[in-house]
């Protein structure tokens, strides 16, 4: 009952209701085998790490969040105005579950103008994002039990297998095939899997996987399939998140395993939308491309899940994925943002590398991530013993201000000394301080 003149408030409670520390422990035992075995973020728990020091006033370089800092790297302008006007026009109720008919199909023809692949409408399932549609990819194609094969590092495709309850194969890779697996690593495993997972430019390492290895992992899937067909068995799926696809370096060509095996089109599922491309992060507009019949299915999973992106998001981007001069020329001002901070980094850590300490850094294809070797393990800096990526990583965070992540929270389980860096959040001139500081901690090496 709402308060009035006459109506005083009801009092506040007379004590917190969940203070006893004993009763949170019986509760979360109590809750479901899936809940009860999911672990955190480990990047969230970095995060706040971060966010401490930073409250502190220490100067921090946060190379840890896969994000775009809008002072940094703004949303289109164009995109901006599409979503006032949507709101504007009153576009504020549900939207079709499977999203809105202008954006699925501005989305099968900004794929067809960027790749020459088209796709039917019937193929494009839009989401809130990625993260949805990775979800019900799993869901859908895997029963319990079944099994999922990927590389690693990856980024979260673990927490998925974990939550879908089915079995994962992590293929260990590296670096001089730019932290992807090859055929040759995943064709023993084909044969068991239901589900391939490949994400390429990838997130963690910002590498690519090579034209020619792409089609022979594709042309596996295909052969795979044929022989399946042969003895009346469930098919082989290839689940391929080219989010980053649009964020492209040094002349590097994004590909898709549909474009360079048409054959493999039925059983590709593919995921890309806006966060990246246009650093749009948390409007949450993403998509799927795949065969009709699983579209349908993804479509009817989400559907009870309510995870459609905002009406006024699909307007806009209906009409911004038309506009191919707003579309170039907001690619091509990001693109520039993007290089300039990868660019600071790899020169860095390589004049570093150069002058004898012990980093090393892969240079970047695509995304937004560079890959860093701190070569630590078994030094010690003070006294103090550094045995673990998370020893190496804590101190170049209180002692340097950096701030970057280790390949385990991918799914890598050795302390190898390989580190993520994301430039989304951090401006150049941060990027510049920061090295003076590694510099002087690296010094005082014992």
Avoid at 179 to 193: I, M, S
């Amino acid at each position: 009952m709402r308060a009035t003149a006459t109506t005083p408030p009801r009092a506040p409670g007379q004590a917190p209701l969940f203070t006893d520390a004993d009763l949170q422990v019986r509760l979360a035992r109590s809750l479901g085998e899936v809940p009860r075995g999911m672990r955190g973020s480990e990047i969230l728990r970095i995060a706040g790490e971060v966010r401490r020091l930073i409250a502190q006033g220490r100067p921090i370089c946060n190379l840890t969040v896969g994000d775009f800092d809008p002072a940094q790297f703004p949303i289109p302008e164009a995109l901006r105005e599409g979503i006032r006007d949507a709101l504007a026009g009153g576009e504020t109720n549900y939207p079709p579950s499977n999203g809105l008919p202008g954006l699925r199909e501005a989305v099968a023809e900004r794929v067809a103008r960027d790749t020459g692949t088209r796709y039917p409408v019937e193929s494009v399932l839009i989401a809130s994002g990625v993260r949805p549609l990775l979800y019900a990819a799993f869901r859908v194609v895997l029963d319990p039990g079944e099994t999922v094969v990927y590389g690693v590092p990856s980024w979260n495709t673990n927490h998925y297998a974990w939550l879908t309850q089915t079995r994962g194969i992590p293929v260990a890779t590296e670096r001089r095939h730019g932290f992807h697996p090859t055929a040759d690593q995943l064709r023993p495993h084909l044969g068991e899997a239901r589900l391939l997972c490949l994400c390429s430019p990838a997130n963690p390492t910002g590498t690519m996987i090579a034209a020619d290895e792409l089609r022979r992992i594709a042309e596996a899937v295909v052969e795979e399939n044929a022989a399946r067909d042969a003895a009346g068995r469930p098919d082989l799926f290839l689940l391929f998140d080219q989010v980053y696809g649009a964020l492209v370096h040094g002349g590097t060509e994004h590909r898709n395993p549909v474009e360079l095996v048409p054959e493999a089109a039925p059983w590709t599922i593919t995921l890309d939308g806006i966060s990246k491309a246009f650093a749009a992060t948390g409007l949450r507009v993403g998509w799927s491309l795949a065969a009709p019949a699983v579209t349908a299915k993804m479509s009817d999973f989400l559907g009870h899940v309510g995870a459609w992106a905002p009406r006024p998001e699909q307007v806009a981007t209906a009409g911004f994925l038309l506009d191919d001069a707003a579309v170039t020329a907001f690619r091509g001002a990001m693109e520039e943002g993007i290089r300039r901070r990868l660019t600071a980094l790899c020169e860095g850590f390589t004049r570093l590398r150069e002058d004898g300490y012990p980093v090393d850094v892969v240079h970047p294809e695509g995304a937004i991530y560079v890959s860093l070797q701190v070569d630590l393990a078994g030094r010690s800096v003070g006294g103090q013993p550094l045995a673990s990526n998370d020893d190496i990583r804590h101190l170049l965070l209180e002692e340097a201000g950096l701030a970057l992540v280790p390949f385990q929270a991918f799914g890598v389980p050795e302390d190898t000394g390989w580190f993520r860096l994301s430039v989304g959040a951090a401006a150049p001139g941060e990027i510049a301080a920061m090295f003076p500081r590694i510099r002087a901690l690296l010094d005082r090496l014992d």
